[in-house]
């Protein structure tokens, strides 16, 4: 029997993101941060680091915008 890899990833739309810094405190693995940049509403915006997600929804449970926030999951044939 194959075993399949899991990669997960948070998709995060900078455009709905207000910069509450929600997901960046509940982030166990510490995979997230505020861009520096602002958004087209003024606001700076998360930002995923690109590795390291492991895919436990705190950032998404703790995001108060709406599909600001999904998470992702990759599944890999070894």
Known sequence: ME???RKFAP???KDECKGCER???SCP???LS???TLNSHGYRY????GDGCVGC????YSCP???AITIFEEIEDK
């Open 29 to 31: 693995q510490k995979v």
């Open 57 to 60: 929804g705190f950032c998404f």
């Open 46 to 49: 998360a930002v995923y680091a």
């Open 3 to 5: 075993k399949k890899k």
């Open 65 to 67: 915008e709406p599909g």
């Open 11 to 13: 998709s995060i739309r």
């Open 34 to 36: 505020i861009e520096n």
């Open 23 to 25: 997901c960046v405190y």
